[in-house]
Structure formats: C-alpha cells, structure tokens
C-alpha cells in the first residue's frame, strides 16, 4: 500500500500572504503540516538580498509552527518565460542560473528537493527540427548542469513537470518517459517527475485522462500538483463543492490509480491558483473546503 501525504503548495499565498510567518500560520491553522515552496514568493529575482532574508524566515517560520517544507518550485512567474528553453543562448544561460540560485534558496531553507517547469521552446524553435533537436538537447546538458549545483549544495532531487503544452517538453507519456531516460544519464542526482493533474488538457485519446498518467508515471513522481479542472484547460480550480459538480478530479479515483501503479510513496500538493481579483477571504474559504474534502479520504 502507498503512503500518501496531502499538503499544499503555496502559490495561494502569492501577493496576498507574501510573509513566511503569514502562510506558515494560515497553513497550520488548516491543520497541514507539510508545503511545497513557490518560488514566486521570493521573486522579483530570485538574486536579491531580500530572497535570502526570506528564505532564513521561512526555514524559522515552518520550524516555529511544525510544518516541513518537501520541496521548492518554480510558480506563474518563471513559467511566463522560456528559461532552458530560450532560443537565445545567453537567456537560456539566464535560466540556469535562475535556477542555480533556486538551488541556494532551497539549501537555505535546509529543503533537499527543488524543481518545476524547466523550459519552453518557440514557435519556430518546436516547428524547425534542426533547431528542436538542438535545444531539446542543450536542454538536457543544463538540466544536468543544475543537478550538478544542486549535487554540491546537498539537494538530493531535482522534479521536472510534464506541462500542458506541445513546446514545453515533455508533454506526452512517450515523451516524459524518454526525458527520464536521458536526463539521468550522467545525472549526480535523481531527476524524477512532479506531475500535475490538470496539464492533461491538451492530449487526445487514453492520455487526456489523468488516471492513466498516474497508472503509468506515479512510481516516478513522488509529488503531484492536484487542483480541480473541468479536463479541458489548466483551471487550478479547489475543490469546492462548485466546481466538484463540473470537475473530473476525485480523491478516490487517484488513490486508486496511484495504489494500481505500485508507487511507495507520493506527496500530493493542492496546487489552488485564484484570481488576483478573487475576494481574499474566499480564497481562505476555498482552501478549507478544499484541505477538509481531501482529507476524509487520506
């Protein structure tokens, strides 16, 4: 049988509550003891001092109120641009980086596990084969550069998102199964997956579901993004009895597919992305209802 952990990633905090002392206690108060960081809490830019500053309050913040911090990952922010995967040379550089950096934070915060969205090709970059081929592969070779960093500042993981779009690799199962297999070649740490539930959208046939991502991938991914979505577009809905009604996410159903897939051990992240323009106290409203239906099945 699985363990599975439910927490919360905590991208809801984002602009509303952007202290560490501030999520931390509103995360305690809905009786969840263990986050994933969004690095969209430290931005703009993750090399400012202030970033530091925040990562030492965050480390003392989740010691203060028994939370543990699984893992650190890249938010909306990072995933608005190319990072690996710019057609210019010296962004790409800029992504490595930008994630080199990432690195530091999450020692500092004594995290040993970091990730997220790693890049997304052009238009013509993903049309032109020639090119394709060329940045897919210096994607790799970066990636492996990360791992390196994250090798020497003690990070035992690196989580690479299958995302919902073409350009932004890997998109299918036959494509994230072969990104595991060149990644870690030569890798000095792991890369493993953090699938989200919700990027499905895009596909057709058997791998628009889910379920079958989870039957097939869960023993790769020892974290999940789970948010409620109607199957047709990265929603980031909660899990209110709302959009319950129209959503395709069940508690039942991905323990099953998870228990089906011989996973050990997986941490499920509610990953609730609302509105900036979405009443703050419903935001807080929608993460109870949402932490309290998740949790009568775990």
């Excluded at 934070?105 to 990730?115: C, D, F, H, S």
Aim: aromatic content about 12%; some cysteine; proline content about 5%.
């Amino acid at each position: 049988m699985a363990k599975i952990v439910f927490g919360l990633n905590n991208c809801w905090a984002v602009k509303r509550w952007p202290l560490p002392e501030e999520w931390a206690e509103i995360t305690r108060s809905l009786d969840i003891d263990v986050v994933q960081v969004s690095f969209d809490l430290f931005e703009p830019m993750l090399g400012n001092v202030g970033a530091d500053i925040l990562a030492e309050r965050t480390r003392e913040a989740v010691a203060k109120y028994g939370i543990k911090v699984h893992s650190t990952f890249t938010g909306l922010i990072m995933y608005s641009v190319n990072l690996l995967s710019h057609p210019d040379q010296f962004m790409r550089m800029a992504g490595v980086n930008w994630y080199f950096r990432g690195v530091e934070l999450t020692r500092k915060m004594n995290v040993r596990i970091t990730g997220g969205a790693i890049g997304a090709m052009s238009v013509y970059d993903y049309r032109n084969s020639e090119r394709k081929q060329f940045i897919v592969s210096n994607l790799f070779e970066n990636v492996r550069k990360i791992a390196e960093y994250a090798y020497y500042n003690n990070i035992e993981m690196l989580l690479w998102e299958p995302m919902p779009v073409p350009r932004e690799i890997p998109w299918s199962i036959e494509e994230t199964k072969y990104v595991l297999r060149e990644v870690n070649k030569n890798s000095k740490i792991p890369v493993k997956l953090n699938i989200d539930l919700g990027h499905q959208c895009t596909l057709q046939g058997i791998e628009k579901d889910p379920y079958y991502w989870l039957q097939e991938l869960a023993p790769e991914s020892p974290s999940l993004h789970i948010q409620q979505t109607d199957g047709q577009g990265d929603r980031h809905w909660p899990f209110t009895e709302e959009y319950n009604k129209v959503g395709i996410i069940k508690a039942e159903k991905v323990i099953e597919a998870i228990e089906k897939s011989g996973a050990k051990e997986v941490y499920l992240f509610l990953e609730y992305i609302p509105a900036p323009e979405y009443p703050d106290d419903k935001v807080l409203e929608d993460l109870k209802i949402s932490v309290k239906y998740w949790k009568q099945y775990l």
